[in-house]
C-alpha cells in the first residue's frame, strides 16, 4: 500500500492505476476509521480496480470554536487497518499540502450550504465543498464512495458534482450501526461510558419516527413530536436540530409521503453528533 503525503506524488500514483486500466474508487475521510468507513471501502473495492483513502483532517470545515484541535487523528492506525483491508493507497497531506501559503479560493454551494448543519456551522460546508473539490481535482476518480449518515454533506457535494460537472459517480453507502443502535462516528471516542449511553437517544428518536411511519402517520410535525418525545428523556442532551426535509434539497416537508429525510444533530457533553433516516 502507498502512503503519500504529497499532491505531485498522488497523481502520479493515480495516473499509473489509470495506465494499468483500473478505474479508480475514492473514499475522502478525516480518518480515526472505523467499521463505517471500512464498509466505503469495501463499496470501492466491489466496484472499482483501485481504491485510494484520503485522510485529512480538514481545518476550512471548523468554526473558530469547534473541536479542530480535539478531533481524533491516528494516522499510524489508520494506515494499518487501511493495508489490513487491501487498500491501494492512502493520501495523509499537511494542512499547508492542501491550503499553500496565501489560498483564498473556495468552493460554496448557495442556498444548501445554509441548511442543517450549515445553519448550526456557519461556513462548514463550504469547507467541506472545497476540501474534497481539491480531492476531487487530485484524484479525478470514476467514483467517490461517502456515508449516509452525513446526509446534508451528501446533499451538498451532489449538488457541486452536477454544477461543476465533476465526471465522477457520487456512491452513498447505508450508515453502519453498532448493535445498540448508536451511528458509527469518529467523535464517539470522545464520549465517555455514561454520554455514549445518553447519545443512544438519537438512534431511539429516529426509531420513534419510523414506527410512526409505519403506522400511517404522513404529517411531519407529528413525525417531529414523536422525535422531540423521545429526546427529551434525556433532558441533559441538548438538542441542535430535529428536521424533516427533502432528500435533495435539504427543505421542510410538510407531508412525508413522497418520502423524506429525518435529520437530528445533539450535543451529548461537548460532542456533537448527527444521525438520520430516510422514510
Avoid at 478525516?30 to 483501485?50: D, F, I, N, W, Y
Avoid at 460537472?165 to 450501526?177: D, N, S
Avoid at 419516527?209 to 413530536?225: N, P, T
Wanted: hydrophobic share 45%; charged share 25%; with cysteine.
Amino acid at each position: 500500500m502507498l502512503v503519500l503525503k504529497t499532491i505531485a506524488e498522488t497523481r502520479s500514483a493515480c495516473a499509473r492505476f489509470r495506465a494499468a486500466g483500473k478505474t479508480l474508487g475514492l473514499v475522502p475521510t478525516m480518518g480515526s476509521l472505523h467499521e463505517g468507513h471500512l464498509s466505503l471501502v469495501r463499496a470501492a473495492q466491489a466496484s472499482c480496480g483501485a481504491v485510494a483513502v484520503s485522510i485529512f483532517v480538514n481545518p476550512t470545515q471548523f468554526g473558530p470554536h469547534e473541536d479542530f484541535a480535539a478531533y481524533p487523528r491516528s494516522l499510524e492506525e489508520d494506515c494499518r487497518i487501511l493495508e489490513a483491508a487491501g487498500v491501494d493507497l492512502v493520501f495523509a497531506p499537511s494542512s499547508e499540502e492542501m491550503y499553500p501559503e496565501g489560498a483564498s479560493t473556495f468552493v460554496e454551494v448557495a442556498g444548501l450550504s445554509d441548511r442543517l448543519d450549515g445553519a448550526s456551522r456557519p461556513g462548514h460546508f463550504r469547507g467541506v465543498a472545497t476540501v474534497v473539490a481539491k480531492l476531487f481535482h487530485i484524484f479525478s476518480p470514476e467514483r467517490a464512495f461517502f456515508g449516509q449518515k452525513d446526509a446534508a454533506q451528501v446533499a451538498v457535494l451532489r449538488k457541486m458534482v452536477r454544477d461543476l460537472q465533476f465526471p465522477v459517480g457520487m456512491e452513498v453507502c447505508p450508515t453502519v450501526r453498532e448493535p445498540d443502535g448508536l451511528a458509527l462516528s469518529s467523535r464517539n471516542r470522545n464520549l465517555s461510558g455514561e454520554e455514549r449511553r445518553l447519545a443512544l437517544v438519537l438512534s431511539r428518536a429516529l426509531r420513534g419516527v419510523q414506527q410512526q411511519f409505519q403506522e400511517g402517520e404522513r404529517d411531519s410535525c407529528r413525525l417531529i413530536a414523536e422525535a422531540l418525545r423521545v429526546v427529551q428523556e434525556e433532558p441533559t442532551v441538548r438538542l441542535d436540530y430535529c428536521r424533516i426535509v427533502d432528500a435533495d434539497t435539504l427543505v421542510d416537508v410538510a407531508d412525508v409521503s413522497h418520502g423524506a429525510l429525518v435529520a437530528v444533530a445533539a450535543y451529548v457533553g461537548t460532542t456533537r453528533l448527527i444521525d438520520n433516516l430516510l422514510i
